[in-house]
């Protein structure tokens, strides 16, 4: 991370508003001048994007267990990106709802992944990551 130590701001008259002002006319324009001082700046590596998408299905799977679980209906707009809070689901709709996923897709979703579900996104992408997990 870049660390800035010094910076300074100092403002000086241009040389030829000086020279074109009267003795008089005390009006200079001024141009500003910034300049910073870095120390321990280390070189950034590249930007890697990746977007791991879950199965369609999967996603369809997450979705209709939370529509059940929320007693949602049918013509309620619920996507990937939907969080579970949209839907009106409080801390124990979304341990229920994670139980439940805990039985249909036979995973079990420790404390820690469980808290970080937030969208439906989430919870498939999660399922996707325990079902390829070899069995320890």
């Known amino acids: ?16 508003s000086l020279l074109n002002s009267s003795l ?3 009006s200079y324009a001024v141009m500003p001048s910034v300049s910073f001082w870095r120390t321990n700046v280390p070189r ?12 369609p299905d999967t ?3 997450v979705i209709g267990i939370v529509k059940s679980q929320l007693a949602l209906k049918e013509d309620v ?17 979304t341990v229920e709802i994670v ?16 808290q970080a579900i937030a969208t439906i996104h989430d919870a498939a992408e999660l ?10």
């Open 99 to 114: 139980m439940q996923l805990e039985e249909q897709f036979g995973i079990s979703v420790h404390e820690e992944n469980a």
């Open 24 to 26: 008089t006319n005390k």
């Open 59 to 61: 996603v369809e799977k």
């Open 1 to 16: 991370m870049a660390s800035i130590v010094r910076s300074s701001v100092s403002f000086k008259a241009s040389p030829h």
């Open 44 to 55: 950034m590596p590249a930007l890697r994007v990746t977007c791991a998408a879950a199965k």
């Open 127 to 136: 399922i996707e990551k325990l079902t390829n997990e070899p069995a320890a």
């Open 77 to 93: 707009a619920v996507s990937a990106e939907t969080k579970f809070v949209d839907l009106g689901a409080d801390s124990l709709d």
